[in-house]
């Protein structure tokens, strides 16, 4: 019944190859997240989405893409993946928009070790 | 841009205690307040929310919450905890067609 699926759990890269994280959603919402979360710095936001076709720049975008190709599915890409790109990566999904109240629905997250 | 700070990095009750978690805001518009909950391993999970009204707002599991505007606060109170409730708690700020931002976390630790 897990309404935002994340795949993969866990991913090990190389330095330099390229890693494609993906999302699922069930929700039917149009606002779809990309955080990471690491020690001392809690959730920051790399990109977001307002629905099909739209990807905007979060917070810390540089080193990542993201790909929104239906309302259901949002993708995160390293092209070039680096060891400090190393993380928890968690997507969600969002229910409202603007001064409307907005609850996030989590992923379980994807664990990503760069080598 | 808005900042949130969690004060407290960890937190160490017994089971039955009561506890508060603090947040407080740098902000000074509309604002938008949610606490989450990440148990280990997990995804974050909504607790509750406040955007206008009774400043007191109460969420699940029996956790509520009191916005202050005077202190630009937002923390989170349980009045007799459990086990279960062992988990990372975020403070989170929207305001406007901004994105949210969040605290870096409590830990809370709850021994049986």
């Known amino acids: 019944e897990a309404a935002v699926t994340q795949s993969p759990r866990n991913k090990v890269a190389v330095t330099g190859g390229k890693v494609t994280l993906s999302c699922n959603q069930t929700n039917n919402h149009n606002n779809m997240y990309w955080y990471r979360q690491d020690t001392g710095h809690g959730l920051r936001l790399i990109h977001y989405s307002y629905g099909a076709g739209s990807t905007e720049k979060g917070d810390i975008p540089d080193g990542y893409k993201a790909s929104r190709p239906s309302q259901e599915n949002f993708s995160l890409i390293l092209e070039l993946a680096t060891p400090s790109q190393t993380s928890v990566y968690f997507c969600?999904?969002?229910?409202?928009?603007?001064?409307?109240?907005?609850?996030?629905?989590f992923g379980s997250g994807t664990r990503l070790t760069v080598l | 841009t808005q900042t949130v700070s969690q004060s407290d990095a960890h937190v160490t009750v017994f089971e039955g205690d009561s506890v508060e978690l603090r947040c407080n805001y740098s902000?000074?518009?509309?604002?938008?307040l949610s606490w989450y909950i990440q148990h280990h391993g997990h995804g974050l999970q909504f607790l509750l929310k406040?955007?206008?009204?009774?400043?007191v707002v109460q969420g699940v599991n029996g956790f509520e919450a009191e916005f202050s505007k005077s202190d630009s606060s937002f923390h989170l109170r349980k009045a007799s905890v459990h086990w279960s409730d062992s988990a990372v708690y975020f403070c989170?700020?929207?305001?406007?067609?901004?994105?949210?931002?969040f605290g870096k976390g409590t830990s809370l630790t709850v021994i049986p």
């Open positions: 406040y955007y206008s009204g009774n400043p």
């Open positions: 969600a999904s969002g229910d409202g928009w603007g001064p409307v109240a907005e609850t996030l629905y």
């Open positions: 989170a700020v929207k305001t406007g067609y901004q994105n949210f931002y």
């Open positions: 902000y000074g518009g509309s604002i938008y």
